[in-house]
């Protein structure tokens, strides 16, 4: 059973402060990583994706990726209220039948306080 | 225009009922997927098909069936409901059959939430 492990939280932070959320992977052979929002009561949504080693800024968000340690992250830059929410970690794994899928972790929750 | 939608939203039921989740994409994508959100938020794939045919079916019992009419619908029957069938189903779609690249993200519906009484 290949796996996609968060600390579940809550991870509290101050608004303005650095979130960092972090995430391991058991499938050697993944080869695309993924951050999902989930707001509560609704659908997750694609804040960035990552392929290569190292990081990948898009805006207020980094992604970093290690693929030898098999480690994930997402850092969230002056964190703001409205970023709290359940935060995905998603990992492209490999099945029996040869098709890959995405497997999800169980998600971190994520509070901003003002 | 909504991406990726599913209907109903909500979905109240006994137990030993049937019934049905549609979703329909309109994003052009060859892929799509059916997962199950339970209590513990734990988002785990169901099914999966691609260009309407079965390509991930993940130890599910057999009383849900997925149906793919189009590459561009997904629908999920599900006979003799169980209280333990209650969670949040989500449709979601993606360009390809996931392969380590661009095209393996997902987008998702807005999530159908199952209540067995």
């Known amino acids: 059973q290949k796996e996609v492990e968060q600390n579940s939280g809550p991870l509290s932070v101050p608004e303005g402060a650095i979130a960092s959320l972090n995430c391991t992977y058991s499938?050697?052979?993944?080869?695309?990583f993924f951050w999902y929002r989930q707001y509560s009561g609704k659908s997750p949504e694609l804040i960035m994706f990552?392929?290569?080693?190292g990081d990948k800024e898009d805006g207020r968000f980094t992604a970093q990726l290690n693929k030898a340690s098999q480690y994930v992250s997402l850092l969230i830059r002056d964190s703001q209220p409205s970023d709290s929410a359940t935060y995905l970690c998603a990992v492209t794994t490999s099945l029996n039948s040869g098709y890959s899928t995405l497997t999800f972790g169980k998600g971190t929750m994520l509070l901003v306080s003002p | 225009d909504t991406a990726v939608s599913q209907t109903p939203k909500y979905l109240v039921t006994q137990m030993g009922n049937d019934k049905s989740i549609k979703c329909e994409q309109n994003l052009g994508h060859d892929t799509m997927y059916w997962y199950k959100q339970d209590s513990k938020k734990f988002l785990k794939i169901m099914f999966s098909?691609?260009?309407?045919?079965?390509?991930i079916n993940e130890t599910v019992p057999n009383r849900f069936s997925p149906k793919s009419p189009d590459k561009a619908h997904l629908n999920l029957h599900i006979n003799s409901l169980e209280l333990g069938d209650s969670a949040v189903y989500f449709c979601?779609?993606?360009?390809?059959?996931?392969?380590?690249?661009?095209?393996?993200?997902?987008?998702f519906g807005p999530g159908t939430r199952l209540t067995v009484l």
């Open positions: 990552i392929y290569s080693n």
């Open positions: 098909y691609n260009n309407k045919e079965l390509i």
């Open positions: 499938d050697r052979g993944s080869q695309s």
């Open positions: 979601a779609s993606s360009q390809d059959i996931p392969d380590g690249g661009p095209t393996d993200t997902q987008y």
